[in-house]
């Protein structure tokens, strides 16, 4: 009951007029709850325009994986107004390009056209809010689609098969340990039912957010959207996002996965990670520094030099962090070892590197660089229209807030030498930490 | 629609006659769905009652883990006819004992009394079978009671804490992943309304077997059953009992647990086992036989006599299955290394036992032991009337018929050596297995 309340006024509050506005973005939200955020960037008369929904794999029931992922492709389908693939061929005609994505914390939709055609965007996708018309036919087509996508790039090749086992054995409770592509044995049953069930459940005007960016003026696209999604509906009963979370690791986990066709054995890790929290980015900004710094630009990076350079014991050594998700995700180590060298022999000098590291600190050289290379990257990142709009959704539809995306840069360079220790010191802990061994059928047993 | 007639045609062939009868044990189907078996054994006037409900840790929703033996703790509460505490305390005043038991397939409640009080068993139990009454109050005191057990026996053992972990590892999908008891944070959250449901849709006559052994004629306890459950009306709209599936396990999962407080650190590994199958029964039956003869009796099992007394690479040996189980299981080893014995070194040896164990099968002079020791466990259980009963109640809520537990020494004694390799060739696919190691926060490395 508070939950709705909250959300009335909330929405008494924004109705049409900018809520937000730093530098060139600006955000609304429509009397139905629908966020918009406006990125200017008048360069070029092109728009990108997307819409997001806070619905993805990691929000769907038990025993229907891949439905989200599912339903997107059906999106593609009949509606009430327009026929099966429409959308598509209006934007190719118009010049455009268009797509969709689905990820563990969204489902997104999008197109790129020329500015003059948004209101015929805004008015093809707001229709697809709604009014999806599904037929058993196209349950059974595209089915088909999926699995076969499936197939192709997942059971085919033996390193997805290996990340979706670590995966799932990452995870000991929450969704995030299930494939977005969905297991194979749950997607063959997906049903009309199970697709509207999620569609009818996730797909409304106050559960999305609407992202326009390029050559546009936000009072243009706030008239423009009031006018195409305004008279959508709410959904007056929306829940809250929970899932189910994790209990305490307690146990360092191991895996191998043997698969003949593996022609490059490695080594994975992969530790549970605090992810950015909205309003609390200090920890996330310092993980961003750890992988770079453990394992960015191959040649500069401590793995990197070490293991590739120095001991020539691998072929590559990375570290990845992705700190937007909106639950707690993962800080992934890995280690590719020169051909002769062992498994086991790189893993131990991975695992002395980290002691080490622990033990040592960072180089202050390397802490600077480090710090520059991630401004410059905001700074280049800002000449991508696409790329900033794609920010913007990731991260409403992940917890965070239009402040949080414009503090971020701010907690970036705030980031200490100390604090990047401080963060190093509570992810490695081997009890939250799953190491994967890639390799042929008659591989290095672990 | 189809599963609801089946129901119904059911209960019209099932009613007020024996619907089976094989020596002196009968089952009935009441009208409005329980199911009635009764053990006859006359040797002494007493009897025992219970009642088994199709509805276990596994049934839980995500999220409420724990709410299934949650719930079994507040059925002691007050109910629209009883005083809280009161069941317990007629049972008590009469002489007799009563528990109950959550597991991850049921939830089951029962009473030992003399012989003439059963219809007042009947009385109580049917009760509260609809008429629970739950305050708010109750659930704060008795979350406070589930809190504590898990702390004493998960939280303060390692070993318990270790095998949760392993637990969680050995299933990737499904429920059998979350331990009975709950995790502790969800355990905190439950609530009256979690409660509720779990009670509202799955506590009802029709998901429900009523097993009843002892001094009693089956005629009588039909009667009795009539009188006292028959008045309750079963829920239409019960569902299939559908579970979240196993997809393909693919990679060798390994654990290390370390906690200060292990003494005696070993090695344990699980392989994902197929359970008895309605009208299928052979698989188990040889999976039975596998853990005798690996691991049974120490002396004269293969790996208790090459470990423990051969080799003296352990102090302990052992090899678990548990057939009866509604979805796939767990096969079980265990080594605990003697003094001085490295684990490693432990789990070297186990994996050479096994393999020569699948080269040499098996010693046909120790089948024919296993296979005389099994016949005669079956007739040595015919004497505890309460471990027949548990082994209807069981059977029952496990997918099995009564038919199948009649079957079952048949099947057992059916075995070959053959069959029994057979098993342990598909069982001992290491891509299906978690092997864990207990140690001290200190102990050996992986």
Do not use: C
Not at 135 to 145: C, F, K, L, N, P
Not at 360 to 380: L, N, S
């Amino acid at each position: 009951m508070r939950f709705i309340l909250a959300g009335v006024l909330a929405l008494g509050l924004g109705v049409g007029s900018p809520a937000t506005a730093k530098g060139d973005v600006s955000s609304f939200t429509l009397e139905n709850g629908l966020e918009v955020v406006v990125v200017e960037d008048h360069r070029a008369p092109v728009v990108v325009h997307m819409l997001w929904y806070r619905a993805g794999a990691a929000d769907e029931a038990p025993g229907v994986s891949g439905i989200a992922h599912f339903l997107e492709h059906l999106l593609f389908k009949k509606t009430k107004n327009f026929e099966a693939g429409e959308l598509s061929r209006v934007v190719a005609e118009n010049g455009g390009s268009d797509n969709a994505f689905t990820s563990q914390d969204y489902t997104a939709y999008f197109q790129r056209v020329a500015a003059d055609r948004l209101g015929l965007m805004m008015e093809m996708e707001a229709d697809r809010v709604r009014n999806l018309v599904l037929s058993e036919d196209d349950i059974a087509t595209e089915r088909d689609v999926i699995l076969e996508e499936r197939a192709q790039r997942t059971d085919s090749e033996p390193g997805a098969l290996f990340r979706e086992q670590m995966n799932a054995a990452a995870f000991l409770n929450h969704p995030y340990g299930i494939p977005v592509i969905g297991w194979r044995h749950e997607m063959e049953n997906l049903s009309r039912e199970d697709a509207l069930a999620f569609y009818e459940r996730f797909y409304a005007p106050n559960n999305a957010i609407l992202v326009v960016a390029g050559d546009v003026k936000p009072d243009e696209v706030l008239e423009l959207a009031k006018t195409y999604y305004g008279p959508l509906a709410p959904t007056p009963d929306l829940g809250a996002r929970e899932r189910v979370q994790e209990p305490p690791q307690l146990a360092e986990r191991r895996l191998r996965f043997a698969d003949p066709r593996v022609s490059q054995p490695y080594v994975l890790r992969t530790y549970q990670a605090p992810e950015r929290d909205s309003g609390d980015q200090a920890e996330a900004a310092a993980l961003v520094y750890l992988a770079e710094i453990l394992g960015g630009n191959g040649a500069t990076s401590v793995l990197g030099r070490a293991l590739q350079f120095d001991e020539q014991i691998a072929v590559y050594a990375g570290a990845g962090y992705r700190s937007v998700s909106l639950d707690d995700t993962s800080f992934t180590l890995i280690v590719v070892p020169a051909p002769d060298v062992a498994l086991k022999d790189a893993e131990a000098a991975l695992d002395r590197e980290i002691s080490e590291f622990l033990e040592a600190g960072i180089d202050p050289e390397q802490f600077e660089r480090v710090k520059f290379q991630i401004r410059a990257d905001d700074v280049y990142a800002q000449d991508d229209v696409y790329a900033r709009a794609e920010r913007y959704g990731s991260a409403l539809t992940s917890g965070l807030t239009v402040e949080d995306v414009q503090a971020w840069p701010d907690a970036l360079q705030a980031v200490t030498a100390e604090d990047v220790m401080e963060a190093a010191r509570a992810l490695f802990d081997e009890r939250k930490a799953v190491t994967g061994w890639l390799v042929p059928e008659d591989g290095e047993e672990m």
